[in-house]
């Protein structure tokens, strides 16, 4: 094998660990979410203080992103990447002692944060160097495939499993899940100093448009977590949806959100502003129409559907863009552009908050 472009069948091989791991790091995030009330009456605390800990993980992943991309950038990928997915698999297995507490947990729970900064900054310019540059858009939509399924297989999953075994198993699984892809990067990533990687500059460095592509980042998801914070209220109290139907709702989402990652990952090398200017407009379309039609349950299914199918997309279009335009090494630009998403989220939860007495839950949809 030759250091630098390794045979087909290791870079595939590459690539679906890191698939895997995109896959593992978004359901350790977003676990506790369905698992709440198990892991409050476990651990003697509130169900608040379980949130803190989904909450806590990701202002930990906004905080150090860019410091991380800086500290990290001469050090050897398959190093960094295998050190990565060892503390996710080592905090996972923490997590799951029998004697854990909830400063132990919240410990391993900032412990994993930390990698996962680390690990999309790293992830990208990884995986598509291992291609040659013409392929870069579609190599960040598989990647882009993995961390969906976290939504639609990964928390799920892991709450029927903790409502079977209890809350601590599917942390031992994502352990070993974590473990099976450092053993894979460990044994066919090549050791090569990063900035020998085509992935390490951007293919048209362009700080305008560079900045233009974070902004869009930042306020489309502004935009819908002004509102989507709130969905489950608005499919409750204008829509009329019994709180079974709402999780049903919620997985056509999450279920929408992969079909958008799948069907627009392998457009985004021959459609660059197409695939970032589509779902940026069909997401404004379904929060307006969510505005106006939300009294109907069809329509709402149908708006949230749409919503779900244009949201993935916009993020991991960004990103692609992010590693075309990036002005200096990508892995920098890769950490601001996930920042600007993660502050999004904040600061989306926090003007719903503020607003929601104000213009009702169905105004959320119009301000966002």
Same mark, same amino acid.
């Given at each position: 094998?030759?250091?630098?472009?390794?045979?087909?069948?290791?870079?595939?091989?590459?690539?679906?660990?890191?698939?895997?791991?995109?896959?593992?790091?978004?359901?350790?995030?977003?676990?506790?979410?369905?698992?709440?009330?198990?892991?409050?009456?476990?651990?003697?605390?509130?169900?608040?203080?379980?949130?803190?800990?989904?909450?806590?993980?990701?202002?930990?992943?906004?905080?150090?992103?860019?410091?991380?991309?800086?500290?990290?950038?001469?050090?050897?990928?398959?190093?960094?990447?295998?050190?990565?997915?060892?503390?996710?698999?080592?905090?996972?297995?923490?997590?799951?002692?029998?004697?854990?507490?909830?400063?132990?947990?919240?410990? !391993?729970?900032? $412990? =994993?944060?930390?990698?996962? *900064?680390?690990?999309? +900054? @790293?992830?990208?310019?990884?995986? &598509? /160097?291992? %291609?040659?540059?013409?392929?870069?858009?579609?190599?960040?939509?598989?990647?882009?495939?993995?961390?969906?399924?976290?939504?639609?297989?990964?928390?799920?999953?892991?709450?029927?499993?903790?409502?079977?075994?209890?809350?601590?198993?599917?942390?031992?699984?994502?352990?070993?899940?974590?473990?099976?892809?450092?053993?894979?990067?460990?044994?066919?990533?090549?050791?090569?100093?990063?900035?020998?990687?085509?992935?390490?500059?951007?293919?048209?460095?362009?700080?305008?448009?560079?900045?233009?592509?974070?902004?869009?980042? !930042?306020?489309? $998801? =502004?935009?819908?977590?002004? *509102?989507?914070?709130? +969905? @489950?209220?608005?499919?409750?109290? &204008? /829509?009329? %949806?019994?709180?079974?139907?709402?999780?049903?709702?919620?997985?056509?989402?999450?279920?929408?959100?992969?079909?958008?990652?799948?069907?627009?990952?392998?457009?985004?090398?021959?459609?660059?502003?197409?695939?970032?200017?589509?779902?940026?407009?069909?997401?404004?379309?379904?929060?307006?129409?969510?505005?106006?039609?939300?009294?109907?349950?069809?329509?709402?299914?149908?708006?949230?559907?749409?919503?779900?199918?244009?949201?993935?997309?916009?993020?991991?279009?960004?990103?692609?863009?992010?590693?075309?335009?990036?002005?200096?090494?990508?892995? =920098?630009?890769?950490?601001?552009?996930?920042?600007?998403?993660?502050?999004?989220?904040?600061?989306?939860?926090?003007?719903?908050?503020?607003?929601?007495?104000?213009?009702?839950?169905?105004?959320?949809?119009?301000?966002?």
């Amino acid at each position: 094998m030759d250091g630098v472009h390794p045979a087909a069948w290791r870079r595939a091989a590459v690539v679906a660990a890191l698939m895997l791991a995109a896959f593992t790091f978004n359901t350790a995030e977003n676990l506790p979410v369905g698992l709440l009330a198990s892991m409050a009456a476990d651990l003697g605390v509130s169900l608040g203080a379980v949130g803190a800990l989904v909450t806590g993980y990701g202002l930990t992943v906004a905080v150090v992103s860019l410091p991380f991309a800086r500290l990290t950038r001469s050090v050897p990928r398959r190093h960094l990447l295998a050190g990565l997915l060892g503390l996710l698999a080592l905090a996972s297995w923490a997590s799951a002692l029998r004697e854990v507490s909830y400063g132990l947990l919240m410990a !391993a729970r900032v $412990v =994993t944060a930390f990698a996962q *900064a680390a690990f999309w +900054v @790293a992830m990208g310019p990884v995986a &598509v /160097g291992l %291609f040659p540059p013409e392929r870069r858009g579609r190599v960040m939509g598989l990647l882009s495939v993995g961390g969906s399924l976290a939504t639609v297989l990964g928390v799920p999953g892991g709450t029927w499993l903790g409502g079977h075994g209890g809350w601590r198993a599917p942390f031992w699984v994502l352990g070993a899940l974590a473990l099976v892809s450092l053993l894979v990067v460990a044994a066919l990533l090549p050791t090569s100093h990063p900035r020998e990687s085509h992935a390490a500059y951007g293919v048209a460095p362009d700080r305008r448009r560079f900045l233009v592509v974070v902004s869009v980042t !930042a306020l489309s $998801v =502004t935009g819908v977590f002004t *509102a989507f914070t709130y +969905v @489950a209220a608005l499919l409750k109290d &204008v /829509g009329g %949806f019994g709180a079974g139907a709402v999780s049903g709702v919620l997985f056509a989402f999450g279920a929408a959100a992969l079909a958008g990652v799948a069907v627009t990952g392998p457009l985004l090398d021959r459609f660059p502003r197409a695939t970032l200017a589509v779902p940026v407009a069909t997401q404004a379309i379904a929060l307006l129409g969510l505005y106006a039609g939300a009294g109907s349950q069809v329509a709402s299914v149908a708006l949230l559907t749409l919503l779900g199918a244009s949201v993935a997309p916009v993020f991991m279009a960004t990103q692609s863009q992010v590693l075309r335009v990036a002005p200096g090494r990508t892995e =920098t630009a890769l950490a601001t552009n996930s920042v600007a998403f993660n502050v999004g989220v904040a600061l989306g939860a926090l003007v719903g908050g503020g607003l929601l007495h104000g213009v009702g839950v169905r105004g959320l949809f119009l301000v966002g």
